[in-house]
């Protein structure tokens, strides 16, 4: 029996792993291996990266990031991906952060290449992701310390350790070395990810 996204959304949880890993291919629950450490070194670099370029832009102009947040990339049956950050710049700020499934559609898709399931499947995964109207997609690749660059209408770059990775018109003057999105975080200088973002947020308000 095929479940469409809204009954994978309220059954999720009841799915083994609590879910966890868990996507809708077509209909049918699947679980995806988990990915190794370096999956989580992507998205701590990327996201405390995407943090201070949404602290630079205007008050009102900021947007946010979800993590592990689904998008139903095809319907019947529904195909409901998980990738590992979503963007969003329009609609209600944080409107999206404590959905399972979104509702609006990202502008920016990160999805990582950190296991075979994963890596088999991508060609798919972001044709499915532009076709539902995502304007850019992030391909970390952990094997190769390569980045992926998809966007409608134009050629996909494949960018190599020594290159920058940027935003172009999408996220305007964001930059970052490739070989710093897979570079394992300094935890030594006892410094925490924060959301400055929020941080900001809150100072705007006093």
């Given at each position: 029996?095929?479940l469409t996204a809204e009954e994978f959304e309220s059954q999720r949880f009841d799915l083994p792993e609590a879910g966890r890993w868990h996507?809708?291919?077509?209909?049918?629950?699947?679980?995806?291996?988990?990915?190794?450490?370096?999956?989580?070194?992507?998205?701590?670099?990327?996201?405390?990266?995407?943090?201070?370029?949404?602290?630079?832009?205007?008050?009102?102009?900021?947007?946010?990031?979800?993590?592990?947040?689904?998008?139903?990339?095809?319907?019947?049956?529904?195909?409901?991906?998980?990738?590992?950050?979503?963007?969003?710049?329009?609609?209600?700020?944080?409107?999206?952060?404590?959905?399972?499934?979104?509702?609006?559609?990202?502008?920016?898709?990160?999805?990582?290449?950190?296991?075979?399931?994963?890596?088999?499947?991508?060609?798919?995964?972001?044709?499915?992701?532009?076709?539902?109207?995502?304007?850019?997609?992030?391909?970390?690749?952990?094997?190769?310390?390569?980045?992926?660059?998809?966007?409608?209408?134009?050629?996909?770059?494949?960018?190599?350790?020594?290159?920058?990775?940027?935003?172009?018109?999408?996220?305007?003057?964001?930059?970052?070395?490739?070989?710093?999105?897979?570079?394992?975080?300094?935890?030594?200088?006892?410094?925490?990810?924060?959301?400055?973002?929020?941080?900001?947020?809150?100072?705007?308000?006093?």
């Amino acid at each position: 029996m095929r479940l469409t996204a809204e009954e994978f959304e309220s059954q999720r949880f009841d799915l083994p792993e609590a879910g966890r890993w868990h996507e809708l291919h077509e209909g049918q629950p699947v679980l995806l291996s988990a990915p190794e450490a370096i999956h989580g070194t992507i998205v701590l670099n990327l996201s405390r990266l995407l943090a201070q370029w949404f602290s630079s832009q205007p008050a009102r102009q900021r947007g946010y990031a979800c993590f592990g947040l689904g998008i139903t990339a095809e319907r019947s049956p529904d195909t409901v991906y998980m990738p590992a950050i979503s963007v969003f710049l329009n609609g209600v700020p944080f409107s999206q952060t404590d959905r399972t499934i979104a509702s609006e559609v990202p502008c920016v898709i990160i999805d990582i290449a950190s296991s075979n399931d994963r890596r088999t499947d991508m060609r798919r995964r972001t044709t499915s992701y532009l076709q539902h109207g995502v304007s850019m997609i992030w391909v970390p690749d952990p094997f190769k310390k390569e980045i992926q660059v998809i966007r409608r209408n134009q050629h996909t770059l494949a960018l190599g350790a020594w290159q920058n990775l940027e935003g172009g018109t999408v996220l305007p003057g964001f930059t970052v070395a490739v070989a710093d999105v897979f570079a394992e975080p300094k935890w030594w200088d006892g410094k925490l990810p924060e959301c400055s973002v929020i941080r900001d947020d809150k100072a705007d308000q006093t």
